[in-house]
Each structure stands twice: as C-alpha cells, then as structure tokens.
C-alpha cells in the first residue's frame, strides 16, 4: 500500500513540474510603444519603412500582450557562436528545446484580438555580445557601439522566408497591405531603458551559458512582421515594454491532491508504528 501510494505521489510530482526541467511560465507586457522598428538600412527607402513601422505600432496602441511558455533550464547547447557575430550561444534541442509551448494574446487595440502560438523556439544566451549605443549619442563617424549583455526567447529564425517555421500567425491589414507576424521574441539587453524603469538595464550576464531562470527584470517584447506578399522583404518591429516573467502557479487541484497524498502516507506511516 505504502508503494503504491509513494508511486501515485511521484508521478503527481512530475506532472506538477517539481523535479522536471520543464517550467510554464506566464507574462504579460505594457502598453505597445507609440514608435515601430525596421531593419531597412537602406538609405532611399529607410524612411518610408519606417513609416509602415510607425503605422504598425499605431495599430497596436494601448493593446497589451499575455501568454505563456515553457523553459528548460538544463536543455543542451546545439549552437555554440551561432549568432552576433559568433559571440553568442543559441540553445535549441533537436528534438525538445529550451523554449517551447509558446501562446499569446494581444488585447485592447483598436485593431482587435489577435492569438498567436509556436510549439518550439530556442533561446539565445550572449555576455557581452550584442552591439549596445553609444550615450550621449555622437556623431555616428565616431562612435563604436559597445557590446552588452543579451537574453533572449525567440519563437523563430530570423529570416521569415527561409527554413520551416511553425509559427501560428495572424496578420493585419496596413494601408492596404497585408502584414503578417512570423517572429515573436522576449528579451533582456544590458544599456535598455524599459519602462516603467528610467535607468538601462544593468550587466546581468558573466557567461553564455543558459539563466536558471528567467530574468525577473523587465525586458521587451517584439512582434516582428512583413509584408504578407514579401517574406524574403523588409522587416517591421512593434515592441512592448514593462514585460514580466513569472512561474505558473500549480492548478489548484493538483497541490490539493499532493498535500492529500502527503496526509495519507503520515496516516499510514501512524498505523504502521502503533502497538499490536
């Protein structure tokens, strides 16, 4: 009986999450900031990316984004320097990785719902490995940018027209064009001002190696976009700041259950000692 009761508890441990490396976390943003990003670096056509950028940000205003997604702190590195500049670590298993199970929401804009999802990501870990700015801002002839601490949780590759990708989108329409979100990421970079916070982000990082946790410091998060009809084209960001991390809290019903189980083998362990 005593067996089979520290067996029914050991496996309600497991799908508990208490000693698997697999933890849901849930998070939640600000406000989308009023301003987009683009990664046209073309000068003749920079400004009017970044108008559809602006556009995009404004069509998210005041919408928030909530969701969830699992970590794995102990998931193998498959791609030591595999990204800027060979100076950071991405940690994606074959067949499970360290960022998976990815849901969201985007609420409270003019523009609608929108639900988006991703089964499987991977995280990409850099101490001293992401260009940063230069504060104050100089002439850009005479300014070398920086390396600063980077963390972050990407859905997908960067490139929306090159190898599979199991994002679940949702796309929206744009003076007249249609716009489709194909990455979404979650990130912490040393130097940012994310508010509500008015001072950048400290150094955070020592090593490339994998956070046993989730930074518990506000960090960003990216919807990135393009133009449903060009995926191999330009790029458009709409960020949100103010974004938190925090562990699931175990349902109910199942921390009932173990404290249960917990009860039960006491009472047993009671009779066992009792005096014939």
């Known amino acids: 009986m ?3 009761v520290l067996s029914g508890l050991a496996a309600l441990a497991v799908s508990a999450g208490a000693p698997a490396a697999d933890i849901t976390y849930n998070f939640s943003t600000g406000a989308a900031l009023d301003h987009g990003g683009t990664n046209d670096t073309n000068a003749a056509t920079r400004a009017a990316s970044q108008t559809i950028a602006n556009s995009l940000a404004s069509a998210f205003s005041s919408s928030t984004v909530s969701g969830s997604f699992v970590y794995d702190a102990s998931s193998g590195l498959t791609n030591p320097g595999g990204a800027l ?3 950071a670590d991405i940690y994606s298993g074959s067949s499970h990785s360290s960022f998976n ?21 991977f995280t990409l870990v850099g101490n001293d490995a992401s260009p940063g700015a230069c504060i104050p801002v100089p002439p850009a002839t005479s300014c070398t940018p920086p390396l ?61 190696a994998l956070l046993a946790t989730p930074p518990s410091f506000y960090g960003r998060l ?19 700041d103010g974004t ?17 189980g917990i009860g039960l083998l006491g009472f047993i362990a009671r009779r066992k000692k009792r005096p014939a």
Do not use: M
């Open 148 to 208: 600063v601490d980077l963390f972050q949780f990407q859905a997908e590759s960067t490139s929306a027209s090159i190898g599979i990708h199991n994002i679940v989108p949702f796309t929206i329409s744009i003076g007249g064009s249609n716009y489709s979100l194909f990455n979404a990421r979650l990130f912490w970079q040393e130097s940012q001002i994310i508010a509500p916070n008015t001072v950048p982000t400290a150094d955070f990082l020592t090593s490339n």
């Open 2 to 4: 005593v067996k089979t």
């Open 101 to 121: 199970a990815l849901s969201g929401l985007v609420s409270g804009s003019s523009a609608g719902t929108f639900s988006f999802s991703d089964p499987r990501g």
């Open 222 to 240: 990216s919807l990135d976009f393009v133009n449903a009809g060009n995926t191999a084209g330009t790029q458009y960001f709409v960020f949100y």
């Open 85 to 87: 500049n060979g100076l």
């Open 244 to 260: 938190t991390v925090v562990a699931a809290v175990p349902e109910p019903e199942t921390s009932a259950l173990l404290v249960a």
